[in-house]
């Protein structure tokens, strides 16, 4: 009996030590990584999905009530999320995770942004002016996000502090393998000219050596309409592009239509974790990314 | 490394000789293929190590990586020192119209105590009256953190000749377990339209309910503090509770000590899978009225005064629901949105003829007074494009049970039943700017069928507005 006690009581704790840090991450990508590196220690809500577009959210009732619960704010930052994220915080009542506190972090503040805006004017459209923020898909970023992540979490669970950092340790000898090995199969991608939907993939043009040349959409968030895809078209006349890329998010209606016009294949990339069935986590998103990279070229 | 898998395979078939168990066998396996992938990762890691160890000894930097391209340490963009740093948040709503509709001298529901105009400026027309061209005020607003504890904003609306103060409040930032509290002049939380300045309306105006409940300026706004709270659940629910000024139409400004309104609201919401989401709300607002003026017609015809004092309260419920394929409303997506009133109020009716007309109420009577009127409105606005959407309004309010006592038989009581249906297309080119076209049947003027059209432009320059439910 009392052993059947002494048990139920070992189940109990067990049981609330799953949840030692609540995490709400604003993507995919961040919350799948609060995942690897906090493992049964962290409970992780997932803001967005992969086919949501992340500037265009609201503050939904749902993410107010996990904004209240949550211990550990994952963002992007960077301005991604400034349409809906401020206004959750604010409303949330909860000060742990207010921008400032430890309980607040911000991915993009830990790496080297590309782009960033020398003037800014919405006259180019839906500019960020601390640069570009899809920072993800460089895995040098991951691994960096990944390493301030690990101590941000230890910080704030300091009983379970070894735990993160014996999860980040694995995680960054399995991504520095996987990143070995897509440096090597990503070599036929140096210097490919692609064409993208909107700039969701800078960091990962840059990683590879591929060149951007032109993007769909005529200025950031403004839709294409015919006119303005007929006018690329003609430009890419002289040096046509391997690729037209864009992500699960975005229509497939303006690559499509320039792919068929133009017969340069449109590839759809799963751009963050779940975007395709493939991509059901980090290295499944870069595995898959490069295969359909790789597909796109022949 | 083989023969040390080689090894365990040896060992692992030992065991199994001895307890050929399916279970135990499985767990062999996997032990050995995580001291394999382990094995491997380790020595992945070691290589890269060495790669780079050499690459770092190789002589005078060899081909160091672009800048640009190494994602090393953040690089702190030129350090602001000037004070502008610490400016607010500055964003403009610039918003105007093209209207068409009959000329009404007095434009009001009919059936409904008037709730006195907005009129910006003495002997101007009422906005809700102009036609042709006009601007309506202009919105000017400033937001910012205080400090670590606290934000404040302020929304001025700008018009000829004069800047009002439409809110001006502070927030808490730090107050833990849910608990919100602002204090000033905010729009309150009742409803779910009220706390929406006009240019995040989906219509050109407000719906007759808003305008019936607090006049044309449509929205309830006060003096005073909010608590909100907030469940920690997984579904949404959101308490609050309000005291204030209730200088306001339905009440008026009685210079006293103490709060002259109290408001309540909650509300519950949530989503249902990824492409639904919803909030439904129930709010509560109480406030007192001395000597509210409105003008009546006697039974004559002739124009009368009426003055109210009493009690005013309302109910509101309200239910938004939208749909996003994926919950991507990028592309397409619906919103619906419906809230229901019923108000109550008892106290006095003073009947005047402050214009020497002749009317019915020379001798100035007072008679008690009570009311019990509701009504309704629902909206679908669906958008099918990035650029375009179009929506539907239908709203109907009752005049309900007016019971004016002696007074009853010297004012003309109108029964009636107020009805508008409204259509509208609206155009955005980026999330900031916004052109619309919108046609009204308003029949809330009994024996007036207005049909109204309006072209209306919102654009908003500055800050980057906030995405509200």
């Known amino acids: 009996m009392k052993k059947f006690i002494f048990g139920a009581f070992l189940a109990l704790t067990v049981a609330f030590a799953h949840a030692d840090l609540k995490v709400f991450a604003t993507v995919p990508e961040w919350g799948a990584l609060a995942k690897e590196i906090g493992g049964d220690k962290v409970r992780v809500y997932t803001a967005t999905n992969a086919f949501q577009d992340p500037h265009r959210i609201e503050a939904k009732p749902s993410l107010l009530a996990q904004a209240r619960q949550a211990n550990l704010l994952v963002a992007v930052g960077a301005d991604l999320e400034v349409g809906w994220l401020p206004l959750v915080l604010r409303d949330s009542g909860n000060p742990a995770i207010q921008a400032g506190r430890p309980g607040y972090f911000e991915a993009a503040s830990v790496v080297n942004r590309l782009d960033v805006p020398t003037s800014v004017d919405r006259a180019h459209g839906d500019v960020h002016p601390a640069g570009n923020p899809h920072i993800h898909l460089d895995p040098r970023n991951v691994l960096k996000v990944g390493e301030a992540l690990a101590k941000r979490m230890a910080e704030l669970d300091a009983p379970n502090a070894a735990t993160y950092q014996a999860g980040f340790t694995a995680f960054a000898g399995k991504w520095q393998a996987a990143m070995g090995r897509w440096e090597k199969t990503a070599a036929p991608l140096k210097g490919v000219p692609v064409v993208v939907h909107h700039q969701s993939f800078v960091y990962l043009t840059r990683w590879l050596g591929m060149s951007e040349v032109a993007a769909l959409e005529p200025k950031p968030g403004i839709e294409p309409t015919s006119s303005q895809l007929n006018a690329l078209l003609a430009r890419q006349q002289t040096t046509p592009p391997r690729m037209i890329l864009r992500t699960a998010y975005q229509p497939e209606g303006p690559s499509q239509w320039l792919a068929g016009k133009s017969g340069i294949p449109a590839v759809l990339l799963p751009y963050t974790v779940g975007g395709t069935p493939e991509a059901g986590d980090l290295v499944g998103l870069f595995d898959d990314t490069l295969n359909r990279l790789l597909k796109g070229l022949r | ?469």
Request: aromatic share 12%; hydrophobic share 40%.
């Open chain 2, 1 to 469: 490394m083989h023969k040390q898998f080689a090894a365990a395979a040896m060992l692992a078939a030992a065991f199994g000789a001895q307890a050929a168990d399916d279970t135990d066998l499985a767990a062999i396996r996997a032990q050995i293929a995580d001291m394999k992938q382990s094995y491997e990762q380790r020595i992945a890691a070691l290589e890269q190590k060495l790669a780079q160890a050499e690459a770092q000894s190789g002589a005078v930097a060899p081909a160091a990586p672009p800048a640009d391209n190494s994602p090393a340490s953040p690089s702190p963009r030129s350090a602001a020192t000037s004070a502008s740093a610490f400016n607010p948040e500055v964003s403009l709503i610039v918003q105007g119209q093209y209207r068409q509709m009959k000329s009404v001298a007095e434009r009001g529901i009919t059936g409904f105590f008037p709730a006195g105009g907005h009129a910006h400026g003495d002997g101007a027309i009422e906005g809700i009256n102009k036609r042709g061209f006009s601007v309506d005020h202009t919105e000017l607003v400033f937001a910012a953190n205080v400090d670590p504890n606290w934000r404040a904003q302020a929304i001025l609306g700008l018009a000829d000749g004069e800047v009002e103060v439409e809110e001006a409040w502070f927030q808490s930032l730090g107050l833990g377990n849910g608990l919100g509290l602002k204090g000033g002049r905010f729009f309150s939380g009742i409803g779910y339209l009220n706390e929406q300045h006009p240019h995040a309306w989906d219509f050109a105006d407000a719906p007759l309910m808003y305008q019936a409940l607090f006049g044309t300026h449509a929205n309830y706004g006060q003096d005073g503090v909010q608590l909100k709270w907030l469940a920690p659940t997984d579904l949404f629910v959101e308490i609050g509770a309000e005291l204030g000024r209730g200088a306001n139409f339905p009440g008026t400004d009685r210079n006293g000590n103490g709060a002259g309104a109290v408001a309540a609201f909650a509300h519950v919401g949530g989503d249902v899978g990824i492409a639904h989401s919803w909030r439904a709300g129930l709010s509560y607002l109480r406030t007192r009225a001395s000597e509210r003026e409105g003008h009546f017609e006697d039974v004559g015809g002739l124009e009368a005064q009426g003055l109210f004092t009493g009690r005013s309260s309302t109910w509101i419920a309200d239910f938004v629901w939208k749909w996003a394929p994926n919950g991507n409303p990028q592309q397409r997506n619906f919103k619906f949105q419906g809230e229901y009133f019923q108000r109550r109020e008892t106290g006095n009716l003073s009947c005047l003829d402050e214009e020497a007309v002749g009317n019915a109420c020379a001798a100035e009577p007072t008679a008690a007074y009570r009311t019990r009127q509701s009504g309704w409105y629902a909206q679908g606005v669906y958008q099918f494009t990035p650029n375009w959407r179009a929506g539907l309004r239908y709203e109907q309010l009752d005049s309900g049970t007016r019971d004016f006592g002696a007074i009853g038989s010297l004012l003309a009581v109108d029964s009636y039943r107020p009805k508008k249906a409204t259509a509208m297309v609206d155009y955005n080119w980026s999330e900031f700017s916004r052109m619309r076209l919108q046609f009204a049947q308003d029949k809330s003027m009994q024996g007036v069928t207005d049909n109204q059209w309006t072209l209306q432009y919102i654009m908003s320059l500055g800050a980057h507005g906030a995405h509200r439910f």
